[in-house]
């Protein structure tokens, strides 16, 4: 077993997610008590005396204040936080569009308010779209192109990174909340 996995780490009492800490990391603190084992992967590591299931996700033991940290915005963290569902017409990866099989690939993120009309790229203003219902907006806001808002764009509630989930194990989903 190598030592280079990932383990999430969750905070005191909230399991509240504080981040994403190497392996060596995660035994160091559950060894020296400071946090306990959550969940654990099919991984063992192995020493000269012992052997350790090597966890996946761990908390502390202690609640440690953290001020609120701002989730950072990116197309695909965009695409994550949305589950790859378009705002308009709530189809995903894996549904029939004009006799074509939709993919992650085939989703875009549409700008409510359009760039051409002084939109940003922030959390409030970006959604999933797929590119039927991209095209058919363009340049417009989604009223005068009559279409509607299936949910509001928001800010992800944490930074444990809509991106972090993407790549982790299943088990880290119960503990990261994606959408709002």
């Known amino acids: ?39 654990e992967s099919e991984q063992v590591l192995r020493s000269v005396r012992k052997q ?12 440690i204040n953290v001020p609120r940290r701002k989730a950072q915005w990116s197309r695909r963290a965009v695409l994550l936080r949305d589950n790859y569902t378009c705002i308009y017409c709530g189809v995903r990866p894996g549904d029939m569009l004009q006799g074509k099989l939709l993919h992650k690939s085939d989703m875009t993120i549409d700008h409510i308010v359009p760039k051409s009309r002084g939109g940003k790229d922030v959390w409030t203003n970006t959604a999933c779209a797929c590119y039927v219902c991209n095209r058919r907006k363009g340049g417009r806001l989604p009223g005068e192109a009559g279409m509607k808002l299936r949910w509001e764009p928001r800010r992800p509630r944490t930074n444990y990174l809509v991106i972090e989930i993407g790549n982790g194990p299943d088990a880290w989903r119960k503990y990261i909340e994606i959408s709002s």
Request: no cysteine; net charge positive; charged share 15%.
């Open 1 to 39: 077993m190598t030592l280079d996995g990932r383990v999430l780490l969750l905070n005191g009492s909230t399991w509240e997610p504080l981040g994403i800490i190497n392996v060596p990391r995660a035994i160091n603190l559950v060894l020296a008590g400071k946090a306990i084992v959550i969940e």
């Open 52 to 63: 350790f299931n090597v966890p996946s996700v761990i908390a502390l033991r202690r609640y």
